[in-house]
C-alpha cells in the first residue's frame, strides 16, 4: 500500500533536461539626431540638494581629449568659466560643484573644480544657483556658442540645443543623468527624453558593475516557513571571525541571541538596517538592537534627515555574510514570520552559498552601504540595552566540499536590476517553462508597462509555459492596498485575449503558509533566481536588493518542486507533502515493487484466503475425522469430546489460576 502511494503521487520522468544559459540579447540602440557629435554632454545634473553641493558634470563622447578652457556652465543668471588648461579626456567626465567640501563628505569622492570652498580648482565668475522647481544649464564654450542644455521643472528655456517640453524635476536628493543606448554611449537628441530614465538616481549611491562569474561553492535551498529558523541559525553559529548582516528589519530574538552569542566566541558581528522602513521601526526591533548593542554587535541604520540624503529609498535586502566565505541570500527579514521557530509563517525562498567570490562582491557592497563616513549609515543607540535571551543550543552548519562551476550573476538593485544579460536575460532564455513567485507586481512602472511583465509575456510569445503566483493574504487581496486580485484578472485577461500559455494564480493562505512572500524565478527547472526584490519599479530602480542568478539544475529544481506544489495547493511539508521525485529512485521502487511481489506469489499456497492453514487439531475421539468440516461449516461439540488439560506432578494451583485469569481477560466474540 505504501509504495503504491507513493508511485501515484510522484511523476516518472522529469519534464526537460538542463541547459546552459543562452546569450542574452541587448536592447536597440536609442535613435541619434544626424548632426555631428558634440565635444562634450552635460551627462549629469544634481539641483535639488539638502546642502549646498549641487553639481553638474560634463563627459566627452569622442575618442579625442577636448580642451574646455574658457568655456562655461550657466543657468542664464550666473556664469562659472573653466580656467586655463582645463582638458577634458578622451571618454572622461570633469565634475563642477558648488562646495567641493560638501560633496566631498557627502559622496566620498573629489570633486574637478569648485564653484565654492573646497580643495579643488576654482572656477572663474559667478556661481549658477540652480532653482529645485525648475531652471536649466547651457555649457557654452569662448564664443559663447550653446554646446549642449539641459531644462527641467517650470524653466522657459526654448533656445539652442533644447528641443520641445522641459524634462521632470527631480525630487530632493536626486540626479538627473543622461540615458545611454545600448552600447554604451550617451544619447544626445536634445530632448526631455535623454533625461528620462525608469531609474532615479540619489546622491551617493554606488555603481556597482558585477557581471558573471562561475560558482563552485556548493549552493543549498532553504523554503520557508518549512524549515523554520534552523537553518539560519546554524549558518550564523558556523562563523569563526566576522558576521555581516544586511536587512531590511530585525524582530527575531532567536537570530539575534545568535549573533550576541557569537560575539562571545570573539566574533566581530556587524548589522545594518533600514532605518526608516512602512510603518516605522517596531518596537520589538528596537528591543532586539538594544540586545545586540548590548552584546556587543555593531549596529547601523540606513536613514536620512533634514541636511542627509539616504542613498536608497529601503534598505530591502535580506542577505548575511560568514567569515567572508560564505553567504546567505533571501528574501525574508530576520522575524518570526521569516524564520518561524514554529514552522507556520511566510513562504520565502532562501540560498547558502559556500563560494568566497560570492561573499567577497557581497562584502564590498557590505562594506560600502555601512561605512561610517557616509553621512546616511548612522550609529545605532537604544535607551534600554537589556540583554537577549540565551541562545538556543544548536549544530554549526558544516563546511560543503567545492562542486563543478556553474555560471551565476548577482543582482545587485538598483545598480544592475535592469542590466540585459541579467533578470531579462534569464527571462529570454526559457524554452519550456518559466515560474515567477512574488509577493505582488506592478503592471505598470510610471507611464509604461512593466519591463519584467513584458518580459514574461515575451516567453510566452515564444511558446514557453509561463505562471505567475502572487500572495493572495488578506492584505494583498482584500485590504485598501490590496489588487493582487484585480492584477491576477487583467494579466489573465489579457494573456487569453492573444492566445497565450500564461497564467497568474493567488496563493491563499494554507496549512503552515500565511502568505507568500519570496520574490524569485525557475526557468526550465535548471536556473534559478532567488532575491529581496519585489516586481515594482521602486524596488528595481531606488532600494538596495540583493539577489542571485545561478545555473543550477539540482537548487532549481528544490525551488521548482516548492513551486507546483503551492501552484497546485498542495503542502510542501508534513507526511502528506512526502513524494518520491527523482526518476532513478523511482525506477528503483518499481523495480523492488516487481521483484517483492514475485516472491511473494511464488511462495503463497493455493489454500483458502490464500494463506497457509495452520496445523490440525488432534482430537482422542474415535469420530475425530469428521470433526473437521467443511468450508463455511459451524458445528458444536459434545462435552466429552473437549479436550480437558492433564495434572502435572509438582504445579501450583496459583499457576493454573494465572492462566484461568489470562483466559478470561481474552475478549469473546462480542469484542472481536
Same mark, same amino acid.
Given at each position: ?163 520641445? =517640453? ?10 538627473? +543623468? ?56 546554524? $549558518?550564523?553559529?558556523?562563523? =569563526?571571525?566576522?558576521?555581516? /548582516? ?34 516605522? +521601526? ?51 527579514? $530576520? ?88 533578470? $531579462? ?61 484585480? +492584477? ?65 539544475? /539540482? ?39 516487481? +521483484? ?19 496445523? =490440525? ?56
Amino acid at each position: 500500500m505504501l509504495a503504491a502511494l507513493v508511485l501515484a503521487s510522484s511523476p516518472l520522468w522529469a519534464e526537460s533536461e538542463a541547459e546552459p544559459l543562452l546569450p542574452r540579447p541587448r536592447p536597440a540602440s536609442a535613435p541619434f539626431s544626424d548632426a555631428p557629435q558634440a565635444d562634450a554632454l552635460l551627462v549629469r545634473v544634481y539641483a535639488n540638494t539638502a546642502r549646498d553641493d549641487e553639481f553638474v558634470e560634463i563627459g566627452n563622447p569622442n575618442p579625442e581629449s577636448t580642451d574646455v578652457s574658457g568655456w562655461a556652465l550657466t543657468d542664464r543668471e550666473g556664469t562659472a568659466t573653466f580656467p586655463l588648461d582645463s582638458i577634458l579626456q578622451a571618454g572622461g567626465r570633469l565634475l563642477v560643484t558648488r562646495n567641493a567640501t560638501s560633496y566631498a563628505e557627502d559622496t566620498l569622492e573629489t570633486a574637478d573644480f569648485t564653484m565654492g570652498p573646497g580643495d579643488a580648482r576654482q572656477m572663474e565668475g559667478d556661481a549658477p544657483r540652480l532653482a529645485d522647481a525648475g531652471d536649466e544649464v547651457l555649457l557654452i564654450d569662448p564664443s559663447g556658442a550653446v554646446v549642449d542644455a539641459y531644462a527641467w521643472g517650470d524653466s522657459s528655456y526654448a533656445g539652442p540645443g533644447w528641443i520641445g =517640453r522641459t524634462a521632470e524635476r527631480m525630487g530632493r536628493g536626486e540626479i538627473a +543623468v543622461r540615458g545611454r543606448d545600448g552600447g554604451g554611449g550617451w544619447v544626445d537628441r536634445d530632448t526631455a527624453e535623454d533625461w528620462e530614465g525608469i531609474r532615479h538616481h540619489r546622491l551617493g549611491q554606488s555603481s556597482f558593475d558585477s557581471g558573471a562569474f562561475e560558482l563552485r561553492g556548493a549552493t543549498t535551498a532553504v523554503l520557508s516557513p518549512d524549515s523554520g529558523d534552523l537553518p539560519l541559525l546554524r $549558518f550564523l553559529a558556523a562563523a =569563526r571571525s566576522t558576521i555581516e /548582516v544586511g536587512v531590511y528589519t530585525f524582530q527575531s530574538e532567536r537570530i539575534a541571541s545568535v549573533l550576541a552569542e557569537a560575539v562571545g566566541r570573539g566574533v566581530r558581528v556587524r548589522v545594518l538596517l533600514d532605518g526608516s522602513p512602512v510603518g516605522g +521601526v517596531e518596537e520589538d526591533e528596537h528591543r532586539v538592537v538594544g540586545g545586540l548593542l548590548a552584546a556587543g554587535v555593531e549596529v547601523r541604520w540606513l536613514a536620512g534627515g533634514t541636511d542627509v540624503v539616504k542613498r536608497y529609498r529601503y534598505l530591502h535586502a535580506k542577505y548575511a555574510l560568514v567569515d567572508g566565505s560564505a553567504a546567505w541570500i533571501g528574501s525574508e527579514n $530576520f522575524g518570526t514570520a521569516g524564520f518561524p521557530s514554529d514552522h507556520d509563517g511566510n513562504r520565502g525562498w532562501s540560498v547558502i552559498v559556500d563560494d568566497a567570490d560570492l561573499a567577497g562582491i557581497l562584502r564590498n557592497v557590505f562594506e560600502t552601504d555601512f561605512d561610517p563616513r557616509r553621512p546616511d549609515s548612522m550609529a545605532a543607540r537604544e535607551p534600554g540595552l537589556v540583554p537577549l535571551p540565551p541562545a538556543p543550543s544548536i549544530v554549526p552548519w558544516p563546511p560543503e566540499p567545492p562542486t563543478p562551476p556553474r555560471p551565476a550573476r548577482i543582482v545587485l538593485a538598483p545598480d544592475t536590476t535592469l542590466d540585459p544579460e541579467g533578470i $531579462f536575460g534569464l527571462f529570454a532564455s526559457a524554452k519550456v517553462r518559466l515560474s515567477i513567485d512574488a509577493f505582488y507586481l506592478d503592471e505598470v512602472w510610471g507611464d509604461a508597462p512593466s519591463p519584467f511583465l513584458e518580459a514574461a509575456f515575451a516567453a510566452a510569445h515564444r511558446g514557453v509555459s509561463v505562471r505567475i503566483l502572487l500572495d493572495g493574504s488578506w492584505a494583498s487581496v482584500e485590504a485598501d492596498t490590496g489588487t493582487n486580485d484585480d +492584477v491576477l484578472e487583467r494579466i489573465n485577461r489579457r494573456a487569453t485575449d492573444e492566445h497565450l500559455p500564461l497564467e497568474v494564480r493567488l496563493l491563499e493562505p494554507r496549512g503552515s503558509i500565511e502568505r507568500l512572500h519570496s520574490k524569485g524565478a525557475v526557468v526550465d527547472g535548471r536556473a534559478v533566481l532567488v532575491s529581496s526584490m519585489n516586481w515594482a519599479l521602486g524596488s528595481a530602480t531606488e532600494n538596495r536588493e540583493v539577489g542571485l542568478i545561478v545555473d543550477d539544475p /539540482v537548487l532549481a529544481r528544490t525551488f521548482e518542486i516548492s513551486f507546483d506544489a503551492d501552484w497546485d495547493g498542495r503542502p510542501t511539508s508534513g507526511v502528506d507533502a512526502w513524494r518520491l521525485e527523482d526518476p532513478l529512485a523511482l525506477v528503483a521502487l518499481y523495480a523492488l515493487v516487481a +521483484v517483492a511481489s514475485a516472491l511473494s506469489l511464488r511462495k503463497l499456497r493455493p489454500r483458502n484466503k490464500d494463506i497457509k492453514p495452520g496445523a =490440525r487439531v488432534r482430537t482422542r475421539a474415535s469420530l475425530g475425522a469428521h470433526l473437521r468440516g467443511r468450508y463455511r461449516e459451524v458445528r458444536l461439540l459434545p462435552a466429552q469430546l473437549v479436550a480437558q488439560p492433564r495434572p502435572r506432578a509438582g504445579r501450583r494451583s496459583g499457576a493454573r489460576r494465572g492462566r484461568s485469569e489470562a483466559r478470561g481477560r481474552v475478549r469473546g466474540p462480542e469484542g472481536d
